[in-house]
């Protein structure tokens, strides 16, 4: 078993609530208007100081939507007393206005960056996957709204059969608009997504000649920072970035359990449970004590070393997540 004694926690990814302005058709957290589950402030503020604690130095918030969260301005102000750096992720589905008085609120509060996903420049593409008509457009209104404000900014690609074509487009129109990076990452088939998978999935072949869609883009857009997923690293591409999931990572869903990163909230069952490792809740144990000992990371950090040739980059073969994803289907 592999303790993570001798490793800081980096980055915190926390799921601040399941609630959602969109039902996106391929949502990992099954987000939704309806949807009700969520973090505590307590909790999140105790979370932060514990994380502080192991070295913290970066925090996502996620959702759902966050900037419906009630308290995300006081959880961006608390993360700055500590000097952790913040980021959210958001759609931006807001009435405009209230959208960018929303995201300078924020800036003021101490947030650095935006990331929002884009599935392409085409209205009815884009609609055809958050499920709302007019997503695009607000979507691109936040992130106009964050570079007005000064704030970093990072627009999500994630191809699917619908949308691999667009990725071009929606390079073009990042770099045009002052965005920083853009993140491609691949399709997770979790949560809503598990359900569409034969609508999503994208072809062999489709990813395949990704590689040259990304290639050109390099040399195209060049003042726009790719970012290539670890999932990606099949592809042979210098961006593709390594894996630390459970290393230096970790993500915490709206209802208090604990995982290694995003991917893997949607796996119900795994090997990694089979042998009695279990999941530790934050509500009921410290993140010490998770960042250190839970059964299930060590299971899951054991298997990463286990698979990982001596020299080479942490899962340069494939996401574990993935290949579990594959395995169950």
Request: include cysteine; charged fraction near 20%; charge should be neutral.
């Amino acid at each position: 078993m592999i303790l993570a004694s001798d490793r800081p926690l980096r980055e915190l990814r926390i799921e601040l609530l399941q609630k959602c302005t969109l039902a996106c058709v391929h949502c990992s957290a099954e987000s939704s208007p309806a949807a009700s589950r969520s973090l505590n402030h307590e909790l999140v503020v105790r979370i932060l100081r514990e994380g502080k604690a192991l070295g913290l130095q970066s925090v996502v918030y996620t959702g759902g939507e966050p900037l419906i969260e009630l308290n995300l301005a006081s959880y961006l102000a608390e993360a700055r007393t500590m000097g952790i750096r913040t980021t959210i992720f958001t759609a931006g589905y807001l009435q405009e206005q209230s959208c960018a008085n929303k995201i300078a609120e924020l800036a003021r509060a101490g947030l650095q960056q935006v990331n929002v996903s884009l599935y392409s420049t085409d209205p009815n593409v884009n609609a055809l996957i958050t499920r709302k008509p007019e997503s695009l457009r607000h979507s691109q209104n936040a992130l106009k709204s964050a570079v007005q404000n000064q704030l970093e900014t990072e627009v999500h690609f994630v191809p699917m059969a619908p949308n691999i074509e667009h990725l071009e487009g929606v390079a073009a129109w990042a770099e045009v608009n002052g965005v920083s990076t853009l993140s491609i990452l691949k399709y997770v088939p979790q949560g809503r997504g598990r359900v569409a998978r034969d609508i999503l999935a994208p072809a062999p072949t489709d990813e395949r000649r990704l590689r040259d869609r990304i290639e050109r883009i390099i040399v195209k857009h060049h003042k726009l920072k790719i970012h290539v997923g670890p999932s990606f690293g099949f592809l042979g591409l210098s961006q593709a970035t390594p894996c630390e999931s459970g290393f230096s990572t970790l993500s915490i869903r709206s209802d208090g359990m604990v995982f290694p990163c995003d991917a893997f909230k949607g796996i119900v069952d795994s090997q990694f449970l089979n042998n009695g490792s279990v999941r530790l809740d934050i509500a009921k144990h410290s993140l010490d004590e998770i960042w250190r000992s839970c059964p299930y990371l060590c299971a899951v950090r054991d298997f990463i070393n286990e698979h990982t040739e001596p020299g080479r980059t942490r899962c340069a073969d494939g996401c574990v997540s993935q290949i579990i994803y594959q395995s169950a289907s």
